[in-house]
């Protein structure tokens, strides 16, 4: 199993910045895929950014070029950066972590981002 927590969120201006955090209970470089989700308001969760064991990454095409997706293996912690803010990125952002292909998925409480002039 996984504990995942996440930090970070917060109210910020359009074309503001934030990190997120999400510190895993475990190794994160033995998960097989770490990932960012988001959900706003009647809306369904989507994926935002991943990062694979092996370092590899991905991101949705919306936040391509603004939002960057790390991890620290000492802390094992996984960051998303997010830049370049705007309204619509207002949404709970959430920490995932699916241990090997195709296993459980273990999720974070999640934490909110506001975007608001």
């Known amino acids: 199993q996984v504990q995942l927590v996440e930090s970070g969120g917060g109210s910020v201006q359009p074309g503001g910045s934030l990190r997120l955090s999400c510190e895993a209970s475990?190794?994160?470089?033995?998960?097989?895929?770490m990932g960012w989700y988001r959900q706003a308001p009647g809306k369904q969760r989507e994926l935002v950014a991943d990062i694979t064991s092996g370092g590899s990454t991905k991101y949705a095409d919306s936040v391509k070029g603004r939002f960057t997706i790390s991890r620290d293996k000492r802390k094992n912690t996984v960051y998303l950066q997010i830049s370049s803010l705007k309204p619509e990125d207002t949404a709970v952002y959430y920490c995932k972590a699916e241990e090997l292909p195709g296993s459980n998925d273990y999720w974070g409480q999640g934490t909110q981002v506001t975007v608001s002039s």
């Open positions: 475990r190794n994160i470089f033995s998960i097989y895929v």
